[in-house]
């Protein structure tokens, strides 16, 4: 079993600061790509930001420049700062990593449960 669990979300004010924290555990053999994505209702799941286990990073064009992934991997863990925050950034955020299990050793694309980011104008 391999659980995926964010925090770190809430509410702040446009201009202000969060930093999202999402933890992988259970039964894992190795991680590849964590990463976040967000979505509102109504709208389709959408890319935020990756970044593999060798450190490398992809954005979204709207987040670029305000908004940085980083990840322990000794701790399965990978954050998203979000700075500069605007009020369409207003979404529930989601963890997702690519996990090999030991008892299958392929990878599998685990999902949290979303952690709700709320940006007032």
């Known amino acids: 079993q391999v659980q995926v669990v964010e925090s770190g979300g809430g509410l702040v004010r446009a201009g202000g600061a969060l930093r999202l924290s999402c933890a992988a555990s259970g039964s894992i053999f190795s991680i590849n790509a964590m990463g976040w994505y967000r979505q509102a209702p109504g709208n389709q799941r959408e890319l935020v930001a990756t970044i593999t286990n060798g450190g490398r990073t992809n954005y979204a064009e709207s987040v670029k420049g305000r908004f940085t992934i980083s990840r322990d991997n000794a701790k399965n863990t990978v954050y998203l700062q979000m700075t500069s925050l605007k009020p369409e950034d207003t979404d529930v955020y989601y963890c997702?990593?690519?996990?090999?299990?030991?008892?299958?050793?392929?990878?599998?694309?685990?999902w949290g449960q979303g952690t709700q980011v709320t940006v007032s104008s």
């Open positions: 997702n990593a690519e996990v090999a299990p030991y008892d299958s050793r392929r990878y599998f694309s685990y």
